[in-house]
């Protein structure tokens, strides 16, 4: 018997999964969410002419993202997704990283003791590194 590394999920466990990022250019948006935001590729099919999909991760998720072309039932306007948030232990360091990388990151607010900073995807997604420092 293979013992399973996944935890049983209990029935009315709600677990988010993928969000759809709407993007104009699919090959633009991967290799900005690859090669500047870090994220890994873990799918890029095209399972019926005319549709792709590409789904990535951010390091240490269990939720992803998709971007893709040509399926029915998702489209969105390019650009729309507003303040997805990716939750970093180290704010300065994460934002540096990016920052190196080519991304433009707007600088680090503090909301009531919860650390900010924004940046936007080359459609205009806005994203935002968060931070609790007491966790």
Known sequence: MTEN???AVAPDTLMLELVLVP???VDRAKTFYTEQV???ADVDV???AGVRIV???PPGSYCSITLSAGMPGTAMAPGTLR???LVVSDI???RAKLVERGVDVGPVE???GVLYAGFADPDGNTWTLQHMPWR
């Open 5 to 7: 590394p996944v935890p």
């Open 23 to 25: 993007v104009s250019d």
């Open 38 to 40: 870090g994220f890994t």
């Open 46 to 48: 095209s399972p019926s």
């Open 55 to 57: 789904q990535l991760t």
């Open 83 to 85: 303040g997805l948030h």
């Open 92 to 94: 300065a360091a994460a």
């Open 110 to 112: 503090d909301l009531g």
